[in-house]
């Protein structure tokens, strides 16, 4: 579970912190204020894949760009199964990425992420979390699920593999 969110020169804003209870939290104001920038970095923070960089049919949920011309960073604390751990990532201009520490980040549990469009994204550990066959981690393994509103609707099909999920319709459908 994400705990706390800080922000440095990201996005709209020099300065940006946001500090979540230990259950519910609602995000209010009104638009254009960065509520959906805020969910978009915290998926981020949990994940760390973008939702644009996941579902490039996406409209929104492009990575965080830097405020003006000075240093970036991102700084979280996460919750896993048995410790709290605090991850700063900072934005390298070359390179044009966020980078972070090496090595596998903690697992926040499943993480579910309903978009202000009508899309979703899913992480759940048991399906995208670094595995290990004896002693390699098995890099074969899906970043996360992130579905446009028109995939909600109408299913996600692939070229190579066919029909991946219904969609709604088609369940209606069905039942």
Not at 36 to 59: C, H, M, Q, V, Y
Not at 131 to 147: L, T
């Amino acid at each position: 579970m994400i705990e706390e969110l800080s922000l440095r020169n990201v996005g709209p804003a020099p300065g940006m912190a946001l500090r979540f209870a230990p259950r519910l939290n609602l995000l209010t104001g009104d638009n254009g204020l960065g509520k959906s920038f805020l969910l978009d970095i915290a998926w981020w923070a949990l994940t760390r894949k973008w939702p644009g960089e996941l579902n490039r049919r996406l409209p929104t949920g492009l990575a965080a760009k830097p405020y003006a011309d000075k240093p970036a960073s991102i700084t979280f604390s996460v919750t896993g199964k048995s410790k709290s751990v605090t991850y700063e990532s900072k934005f390298d201009r070359k390179l044009q990425a966020w980078t972070g520490a090496a090595g596998r980040p903690v697992n926040p549990g499943l993480v579910l992420y309903a978009q202000a469009d009508g899309g979703f994204a899913a992480w759940d550990p048991a399906r995208n979390y670094w595995r290990k066959k004896g002693n390699v981690d098995v890099q074969d393994r899906p970043p996360a699920y992130v579905f446009s509103t028109q995939e909600i609707w109408d299913g996600l099909k692939d070229p190579d593999r066919g029909l991946l999920c219904n969609g709604l319709i088609a369940d209606w459908a069905g039942w």
